[in-house]
């Protein structure tokens, strides 16, 4: 085992459910992206007195693009669950992700100024949150950890503020 999986086996894995929303975004931006070309070689196809009969090949090709797509953004989106690991330790909150560029994110707790944590419809309905934590120093300075179970979401929040009322 190299050295950075030994390191990697003190951080936890966001939560099993949490690959189902990042698929469902990494899909739809795709298609999103991926559609905009089919769009416009329309436009410019209708634009020169398109013929009628030929629609049926505007129709394969967006079919292709979609599916294609659909499958890039299921595959990114897994590697993208794989690689997001966090860890709270004595000083802080630490956050590893990214599939092309990685990040490591320290947020200590010194700088914490609050934190939020953010449930919409669906991670209601699967037990997640996202953890939101805001942080001295930078305007609007956010780090957002999101796919973790609510109970953990919270804990995490409380951990990270614990002490900060004493200090002041």
Request: with cysteine.
């Amino acid at each position: 085992m190299s050295a950075e999986s030994n390191e990697l086996d003190s951080f936890e894995a966001l939560h099993p459910r949490a690959i189902l929303g990042m698929r469902m975004t990494a899909c739809l931006v795709g298609m999103g992206f991926g559609l905009v070309p089919v769009l416009a070689l329309w436009i410019v196809l209708r634009a020169n007195e398109w013929v009628p009969d030929e629609r049926w090949m505007l129709g394969l090709l967006a079919l292709a693009v979609g599916a294609l797509a659909v499958m890039l953004g299921w595959r990114y989106a897994a590697l993208r669950f794989a690689r997001t690991r966090y860890r709270l330790d004595a000083r802080g909150l630490e956050i590893r992700r990214g599939v092309w560029w990685r990040s490591r994110i320290r947020v200590l707790r010194s700088r914490v100024q609050h934190t939020d944590v953010h449930q919409g419809p669906l991670d209601r309905r699967w037990g997640l949150a996202d953890l939101t934590v805001f942080t001295a120093g930078t305007e609007s300075a956010a780090i957002r950890l999101a796919g973790l179970p609510a109970e953990r979401a919270l804990a995490l929040r409380d951990a990270l503020l614990q002490g900060h009322d004493r200090q002041l």
